[in-house]
């Protein structure tokens, strides 16, 4: 038997994240970084704090080291992020983000927020924050991770 009520609800909560993630990323590409893809910020979002190894980059996005080199030579590439010695271990590498990097983190903080003024328009700042309440309650911890 199934469970309507359950499946409406998981059907909205993946609209509205993908609706999330590419209203971001319009937000990011009208601010001048045409050249990245949604992917790229699940994982400037991981390099953002203070910066991550290939292998803690694969972990957040749940890919292979392969996919995570790849994705790091693309934004390095892009002038996005730079390799640098790692502080506490001589054999690694840690990809830390550029100022442009920054800028394009700033750009999709920017954009988040116009989303949610939005959505606080729709629905009252109350119900907005209730929102976030009760999503920071039932969301696993860890790492955001792309529906690839």
């Given at each position: 038997m199934y469970n309507s009520e359950a499946m409406a609800l998981s059907a909205a909560l993946l609209a509205v994240a993908g609706d999330l993630t590419q209203r971001i990323h319009d937000g990011v590409t009208a601010r001048g970084f045409a050249d990245l893809r949604p992917a790229h910020g699940f994982a400037f979002a991981r390099l953002a704090p203070d910066g991550a190894t290939v292998t803690d980059l694969a972990a957040h996005l749940g890919v292979t080291k392969q996919a995570a080199s790849q994705l790091v030579d693309e934004i390095v590439r892009k002038g996005y992020a730079e390799r640098r010695p790692h502080p506490q271990d001589?054999?690694?590498?840690?990809?830390?983000?550029?100022?442009?990097?920054?800028?394009?983190?700033?750009?999709?903080?920017?954009?988040?927020?116009?989303?949610?003024?939005?959505?606080?328009?729709?629905?009252?700042?109350g119900e907005v924050c209730a929102l976030g309440e009760c999503l920071a309650r039932i969301a696993p911890y860890g790492p955001i991770k792309p529906a690839w």
């Open positions: 001589a054999r690694a590498r840690l990809v830390v983000l550029t100022e442009r990097g920054w800028a394009c983190t700033r750009a999709a903080e920017e954009a988040a927020a116009e989303v949610v003024e939005g959505w606080a328009a729709l629905l009252g700042q």
